[in-house]
C-alpha cells in the first residue's frame, strides 16, 4: 500500500468527470489499497480517486469513530437509485480544501448500487453521516466540490483563501 498526494482545490483536475472502471481487476484492488491508505494517513472519512489524480469512478469512505473498529467501505461505479425527500444539513470539509468547512444540503438518505472490490454488485442504504459522505464522494467522480454547493460568493471566498495556502505549501516544500 502506498500513500499519494491529494490534490488540492483549485485545480482542474478536480473538475473533470471520472470515466467508469471496465473490469474490476488487480489494478483496481491496488488503487483502492492505496486510497485507503492515503485517507487513513490524513486522516479523512472518505476518498475519491480523481483527488489523487486517476479519474476512474472509484470512492472509499470509513465513518467508524476513533476507537470503533475500521469499516473500510470502497465503491466502484457506484449509482444513486434513491433518495429521500427529507433533506439533511452537515458541516462538510474535504482533503482537496483544507482547513475549510461550510454547511451544505443534501438527501438524508440514499440508496445506492455499485461493484465491490470483489466486482460484485452490490446495494445499500445509507443515513446520516455514510449517506453525506457517499453523496459528498460521488459529487468529485462529476468534478464537483463542496464549495459548489455554496453561493459564488461564499465559494470565491474559500477558492482565494485556498489559492493563498497553495503557493504557501509551493514556497514550504521549494
Ligand atoms: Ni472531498
Known amino acids: 500500500m502506498a500513500m499519494l498526494p491529494i490534490i488540492w482545490a483549485p ?16 489494478a483496481i484492488v491496488k488503487l483502492i489499497d492505496d486510497m485507503l491508505a492515503t ?8 476518498l475519491s480517486a480523481i483527488q489523487i489524480g486517476v479519474p476512474k469512478r472509484v470512492v472509499v469512505v470509513d465513518v467508524a469513530r476513533k476507537g470503533e473498529e475500521p469499516q473500510p467501505l470502497a465503491l466502484i ?5 434513491a433518495r429521500s425527500s427529507d433533506i439533511a444539513v ?11 468547512w461550510a454547511e451544505v444540503e ?12 470483489a466486482g460484485k454488485q452490490q446495494s445499500l442504504h445509507a443515513d446520516d453521516i455514510l449517506s453525506r459522505c457517499i453523496q459528498h464522494e460521488m459529487d468529485h467522480l462529476d468534478g464537483i466540490l ?14 482565494r483563501k ?12 521549494a
Open 11 to 26: 485545480d482542474p483536475r478536480l473538475k473533470v468527470t471520472s470515466e467508469p472502471v471496465g473490469e474490476v481487476d488487480a
Open 39 to 46: 485517507m487513513y494517513a490524513e486522516p479523512g472519512i472518505g
Open 77 to 81: 461505479n457506484p449509482v444513486i437509485t
Open 90 to 100: 452537515f458541516d462538510e470539509g474535504c482533503l482537496s480544501l483544507p482547513d475549510h
Open 106 to 117: 443534501r438527501p438524508a438518505e440514499i440508496d445506492i448500487r455499485f461493484l465491490d472490490r
Open 146 to 159: 463542496f464549495v459548489d454547493h455554496l453561493s459564488a460568493v461564499r465559494r470565491g471566498i474559500i477558492l
Open 162 to 173: 485556498l489559492t493563498k495556502q497553495k503557493k504557501a505549501r509551493l514556497r514550504e516544500n
